[in-house]
Nanobody
């Protein structure tokens, strides 16, 4: 069973920074598109950023210029560097691993347990 373990959330003041990490227990990390999503209370879960296996990235408009997604295939880890944080960034942040290979991992989708990010003074 593939497991995703997130870390790095917490309380930060407006304008501050946090770096989230997500490590995936799999021997074929390189075939997963990796993403970060977030969900605020009473709202839907939204994409924050994605780092695909072809090394392309996608960002939500609110993340552009402030957040950076990166991945380390040797460490089975994806990161989300968040700068210039705002109170409206407060949410639970979830890591997602989307298998791109039907043969190797059946195109399955996995989620982490979520990590709370609170931006407040």
């Amino acid at each position: 069973q593939v497991q995703l373990v997130e870390s790095g959330g917490g309380l930060v003041q407006p304008g501050g920074s946090l770096r989230l990490s997500c490590t995936v227990s799999t021997s074929i990390f390189s075939v997963y598109d990796m993403g970060w999503y977030r969900q605020a209370p009473g709202k839907q879960r939204d994409l924050v950023a994605q780092f695909r296996i072809d090394d392309t990235t996608e960002y939500a408009d609110f993340a552009k210029g402030r957040f950076t997604i990166s991945r380390d295939n040797a460490a089975n880890t994806v990161y989300l560097q968040m700068n210039s944080l705002k109170p409206e960034d407060t949410a639970v942040y979830y890591c997602n691993a989307a298998c791109t290979s039907r043969r190797l991992c059946w195109n399955r989708n996995y989620w982490g347990q979520g990590t709370q990010v609170t931006v407040s003074s």
